[in-house]
T-cell receptor
């Protein structure tokens, strides 16, 4: 089946630094990837839609300058949390699908802790 | 505005029981309804999904019942096991390749 790999699985960084999270589709090409954020015991909130070769589409209320998304190839999208603050601490999850009507598969998430 | 409402928030059943999780949606343009299972510290995993042209779909111990007129769908887990203890999310999508709208999640615990 379709596998989405996310790295790192967890990261601790100091306030003010930037952190990059990678999302790879291992056995399929993904023209579109999605980035979600999840707080403890809450649902997944879509942050942005990452499109290969073009700018990401951000959901309302998500700061595009803070959460930089790059989808440089059909198998890799990255999310960079810039100038991280403790309130950015969360579980970030990416997802991808191989084609328009195929199921959406999720990575195993990245636990970000900003101290 | 919550487009997909999920209930209950939490659920405890005995081993072998049949937990039922319900979801209701508002947007009639939704045409794809998946269910995801999530264990702590992991990403969601697709369990089963249904489209509005059928009223029921079964895969192994998991069954989705779909009521298009009521705009409701539910997940039934037959012969539940302690290993089924997880958080379950329903979701809805309109058109192919678009973003999913998730329900609020149900924390299921299956006791011995």
């Amino acid at each position: 089946g379709a596998v989405v790999s996310q790295h790192p699985s967890w990261v601790i960084c100091k306030s003010g630094t930037s952190v990059k999270i990678e999302c790879r589709s291992l056995d399929f090409q993904a023209t579109t990837m999605f980035w979600y954020r999840q707080f403890p015991k809450q649902s997944l909130m879509l942050m942005a839609t990452s499109n290969e070769g073009s700018k990401a589409t951000y959901e309302q209320g998500v700061e595009k300058d803070k959460f930089l998304i790059n989808h440089a190839s059909l198998t890799l999208s990255t999310l960079t949390v810039t100038s991280a603050h403790p309130e950015d601490s969360s579980f970030y999850i990416c997802s991808a699908r191989s084609q328009g009507n195929s199921p959406l598969h999720f990575g195993n998430g990245t636990r970000l802790t900003v101290t | 505005q919550q487009q997909v409402k999920q209930s209950p928030q939490s659920l405890i059943v005995q081993k072998g029981g049949i937990p039922i999780i319900n979801c209701a949606y508002e947007n009639t343009a939704f045409d794809y309804f998946p269910w995801y299972q999530q264990f702590p510290g992991k990403g969601p995993a697709l369990l089963i999904a249904i489209r509005p042209d059928v009223s029921e779909k079964k895969e192994g111990r998991f069954t989705i019942s779909f009521n298009k007129s009521a705009k409701q769908f539910s997940l039934h887990i037959m012969d539940s096991q302690p290993g089924d203890s997880a958080t379950y999310f329903c979701a809805a999508e309109k058109g192919g390749g678009n973003k999913l709208t998730f329900g609020t999640g149900t924390q299921l615990k299956v006791e011995l």
